[in-house]
Structure formats: structure tokens, C-alpha cells
């Protein structure tokens, strides 16, 4: 799944010397790659221009430390850089990569967002010893915003419930998702989403894992649940065909192997029988 590396260390400050960087910019859910081998730049381009309270620092990883930007077009990219999709580099370059990628990404939306106080409008500057802005009129301080969001795979004996929503990119067969709204736990917006998605009523929640998803800020976190009553209804905003898949059906295809989604089909695909 994609997931930070395990060698990795976070850093809230910029190190004092800081030698053979490697620097993640981003435009949106753009990223700038070298044309041959699909690495990030060492430095910031200097045809960027990018001020330095546009660099964020990120961690270490391998030895040398990283750091996020951001620009605000894609129009122009250095020689030798391309941009290119967060979402095109799976399967592309390795998977640890994409998962620093990925943080990197967030924290450089983050600090896009909120170069100015949500309260009052003022310019926003750093807040020392931790990744925050802080307001110098009002006092407001901004962290970076993470969504949570369930992922819930509904099993009925021996078939599993598999859905194509309709706002996914790929519109593959996955396992039912949504966002948990103020004042829920995660387990309660399982069970809303659920309803509101096909109309069923389901129980035995049982944790399964989480992941950040950087698409462009959310925490994924994965559970399976028991069919319990209803029929399949599905809402038509969200959710474009809903159906059991068993033992003896043809497995649909099913989202990237860095996805949690894949992981959670993976590991409660039905089995054929006989098999």
C-alpha cells in the first residue's frame, strides 16, 4: 500500500546546512519529474523563482533531506522537468517514492492554502517548532487540514459487495467509501454512508488498516463489515452500479495495488470453489 518509508523521519524545521537535497514541487496535483528517469530536481530549478518561505521541509530520507515547494502554474517547466500526475507515477517509480511523494504533496497544498488567516485575512507566517501558520493580528493557528475517510468492505456469507462510484477516476469496482462529517466517529459514518450508498444495513465492524491518500488530503480507514438486512438502492449521485460478487463470479477489475481499497479486496476476495 502507499505509505511513508520506513526509513524515513519526519522534520518539522529546515536543518542548519543542508547538502544534495531532494525537492518535491508541486502544482496542485502536479509534480515536477526529470524527463529521463522520472526523479525529482536536487535544488529548486532556479527558473522557478521560488522564494524560500515556499520551501517546507518534509524529513530525511536515504540520507538526504527533503523538502516540499509549490508554484502557481504548470505552463512552464525547466528543461530537462516534466509534470506529471501523482496518480501517473504508480506502477512508473518506486512505491516508497510515491509514498514520500504523496506526503510531500499535502504538506505543500497545506501550505498553498492558508498563506492567509481564515479569521481576519492576514498574510500567515510559520509557527516555530511545529508544522503550523500562525496569524500575527488574530492569533489563528493553521495546521494541515487531513480528511478522515471509511472504506468499508460489506461481506454476505461467502459474496462481497463491490461499487463503482460515480466521481472515481477509473470507475473500477471497489469497496463503498465517504467522508466522515463533523461530530461522527468513524464507525457511524460506516454505517450512514452504507445506508445512504445501496440501502443496506450492516454490523460487526471490524477494523482492517488506514493510509493517507494524498488525492489531495485524506486518511483512508478501511473496515469489513456483516450484511445485516435491506436490498441493494443505490443513491445515482454516488454510486453508478452496486452488486455480490461470490466464489463463482468473475472477479471485476479493482483499484491499483498501492490503493488500500486493493489490499482490503485482496485480502477478502471470496474463493472459488473446488480451488
Known amino acids: 500500500m502507499l505509505k511513508t518509508p520506513a526509513a524515513f523521519t519526519s522534520l518539522i524545521d529546515t ?8 525537492t518535491f514541487i508541486f502544482h496542485k496535483s502536479q509534480i ?29 530520507w536515504q540520507g538526504r533531506y527533503c523538502q516540499a515547494a509549490w508554484t502557481d502554474s504548470t505552463e512552464f517547466a525547466p528543461a530537462g522537468f516534466e509534470w506529471h500526475s501523482l496518480r501517473s507515477m504508480f506502477g512508473s517509480v518506486d512505491d516508497e517514492f510515491v509514498g514520500l511523494a504523496g506526503r510531500a504533496s499535502q504538506i505543500a497544498d497545506w501550505a498553498r492554502t492558508h498563506r492567509f488567516c481564515g479569521a481576519c485575512g492576514t498574510p500567515m ?3 516555530g517548532g511545529e508544522r503550523a501558520y500562525q496569524c500575527g493580528a488574530c492569533g489563528h493557528t493553521a495546521y494541515p487540514q487531513i480528511c478522515p475517510a471509511m472504506m468499508v468492505l460489506i ?89 455480490w460478487f461470490g466464489p463463482d463470479d468473475e472477479w471485476p477489475e479493482t483499484p491499483h495495488t498501492i490503493s488500500i481499497a486493493s489490499a482490503l479486496l485482496a485480502a477478502n476476495r471470496p474463493v472459488r470453489r473446488g480451488s
Open 15 to 22: 536543518p542548519q546546512h543542508v547538502d544534495n537535497p531532494l
Open 32 to 60: 515536477l519529474l526529470r524527463s529521463g528517469d522520472l526523479a525529482v530536481p536536487g535544488e529548486a530549478p532556479p527558473e522557478l523563482s521560488l522564494p524560500p518561505e515556499r520551501l517546507h521541509p518534509v524529513g530525511l
Open 125 to 127: 507566517g510559520r509557527a
Open 155 to 243: 461481506r454476505d456469507g461467502d459474496k462481497v459487495l463491490l461499487a463503482k462510484h460515480t466521481r472515481s477516476p477509473g470507475r473500477l469496482f471497489t469497496a463503498l467509501a465517504g467522508f466522515v462529517e463533523a461530530g461522527e466517529s468513524v464507525e457511524e459514518a460506516v454505517h450512514r454512508e452504507v445506508y445512504e450508498e445501496v440501502g443496506l444495513r450492516v454490523h460487526d465492524l471490524r477494523y482492517f488498516s488506514s493510509q493517507s491518500w494524498p488525492f489531495p488530503n485524506s486518511l483512508m480507514i478501511a473496515y469489513t463489515a456483516e450484511y445485516l438486512d435491506g436490498t441493494i438502492r443505490v443513491d445515482p449521485a454516488e454510486i453508478e452500479e452496486a452488486r
